[in-house]
């Protein structure tokens, strides 16, 4: 999460003075609540607080020893309950400072937009919101889990790792830089408004910074 915050503000950083004074680069943030199982022991804690369930020893330790008569108790077993947590996502909006038209959507992938659950549902709807729009998208996937975001590539391969460049005009059709973990991270073209020239984002400088 301290890496997705971090490439998020360095990428508006790297923006702003280019896309000055006409557009402006916000950050934006997006919170929901999630309930899961969550065990130290099994589940993927990636972005999610540490909780650790463990049955007392005291309590093992005194079931074993007390009985009366023929009745003895029972030990009881460990549960582990659902809990309830906030995840916060930051993203980038281009807007056009004269009419707050926003002109792009820049989104860093992050595991619980890949993953089955509220994270997932959430990401995948506003997605298909942005894309039936005349927004343009860009979406930088740096994460390994849950496999490749719905799309269909028509040649090449999906690589270990995605940036996507959705230009409104051009739907259906994107550009996507697939690249593999020992490959420098390409730079990618942030689409504005048409008469203006695309900046170029150089993601390697950017990440190894």
């Known amino acids: 999460?301290?890496?997705?915050?971090?490439?998020?503000?360095?990428?508006?950083?790297?923006?702003?003075?280019?896309?000055?004074?006409?557009?402006?680069?916000?950050?934006?943030?997006?919170?929901?609540?999630?309930?899961?199982?969550?065990?130290?022991?099994?589940?993927?804690?990636?972005?999610?607080?540490?909780?650790?369930?463990?049955?007392?020893?005291?309590?093992?330790?005194?079931?074993?020893?007390?009985?009366?008569?023929d009745t003895e108790i029972i030990t009881p077993l460990t549960a582990e309950l659902p809990q309830y947590y906030d995840t916060k996502e930051r993203y980038l909006e281009v807007r056009h400072l004269e009419s707050q038209e926003?002109?792009?959507?820049?989104?860093?992938i992050s595991p619980s937009n890949k993953s089955k659950g509220k994270g997932k549902?959430?990401?995948?709807?506003?997605?298909?919101?942005?894309?039936?729009?005349?927004?343009?998208?860009?979406?930088?996937?740096?994460?390994?889990?849950?496999?490749?975001?719905?799309?269909?590539?028509?040649?090449?391969s999906v690589g270990d790792y995605r940036i996507l460049v959705s230009r409104a005009p051009q739907r259906p059709r994107a550009d996507v830089y697939a690249f593999k973990l020992r490959q420098l991270i390409p730079s990618f073209p942030v689409p504005l408004l048409q008469e203006d020239p695309e900046p170029i984002v150089p993601l390697n400088q950017l990440v190894h910074e």
């Open 121 to 156: 549902e959430d990401y995948e709807e506003k997605r298909k919101k942005v894309l039936a729009s005349y927004t343009h998208f860009i979406e930088i996937d740096l994460t390994r889990t849950g496999g490749v975001l719905p799309m269909k590539l028509h040649n090449g």
């Open 102 to 108: 926003i002109i792009t959507v820049m989104e860093l």
């Open 1 to 69: 999460s301290q890496f997705h915050t971090a490439l998020i503000v360095a990428i508006q950083q790297y923006l702003t003075p280019q896309l000055r004074p006409k557009y402006r680069v916000e950050i934006e943030e997006r919170t929901y609540q999630q309930l899961e199982f969550i065990s130290a022991h099994t589940d993927d804690l990636v972005g999610i607080p540490d909780v650790l369930i463990e049955q007392s020893k005291k309590l093992r330790e005194a079931a074993v020893a007390y009985s009366a008569g």
